[in-house]
């Protein structure tokens, strides 16, 4: 995990814009953009040569406090900060999750008994495991796919049809990818997740700019808006809930506003 370290220190502080770190323009050329590494380790009160050390992975154990330092110094979001305290192995790293987990009988019940709403259980790497009518209805029909290729992030940058139904496909697409590097820090041992990397990698220059920026992001509510070839324009809340009884699975509902044109069509497609 060191070389996951190093890359992702490296990425923050190129994309730091140094006004925000309290560096003005002094006139001298910056021959990278973001931060000097005088100024992280300025900033973060550390050595310049020990920030070149961790840049470069050659440093195994970084405490607490250092982390702290670096995360203030590079104004990391909540998201970022857990990331790179997994990354540096502070934080406990799950264990390595099966390539295709079960989902218990009782939330499949559940997924049948929301007939009003689209919803599905995802792995956090994306895999669909189950979903009910409407999100079939809404997304694509998952159980013609082979399930390998069930994977909302494989589906949206490899599946012509279904990439088409984000109305802004590049948010949505970097979203899934700061989603994605997110669990890989979680999950670094996780051969399916690298399978998926190396494939999309190759597949799409987007995916391999995105993910080489290391912008990471947890689950969470948001919203999205799709252009349905039968419904038409979709504006969705997309909310995200934590299994208890397996905690590497999320239970995904996507609503509409009551009473609004999103939600009449919504419920037009079953």
Known sequence: MASELGDFLRARRAALDPRQAGYPDDGRRRRVPGLRREELAQLAHLSIDYVVRLEQGRTNRVSRSVLDALADALKLAPDERAYLFTVADVAPVSPRPAVRPEVAPRLRQLLDTMRDVPAMVLHRRMDVLAWNRGSAALLTDFGKLPAAERNLIRL???????????????????????????????????????????????????????WADHRVRGPRALSKVYRHPVAGKLELDVQQFTVDTHPEQ??????????SPSACRLRQLW
Do not use: I
């Open 156 to 210: 949206t940058f490899a599946d012509e049809s279904f990439r088409s139904l984000y109305a802004d496909w590049p948010r949505a697409a970097r979203e899934c990818v700061s989603v994605l590097r997110m669990e890989a820090g979680r999950t670094p041992d996780d051969p399916a997740l690298s399978a998926l990397v190396g494939e999309l990698s190759v597949l799409d220059p987007d995916f391999r700019r995105w």
């Open 250 to 259: 999320l239970l995904v509902v996507y609503t509409a506003e009551p009473g």
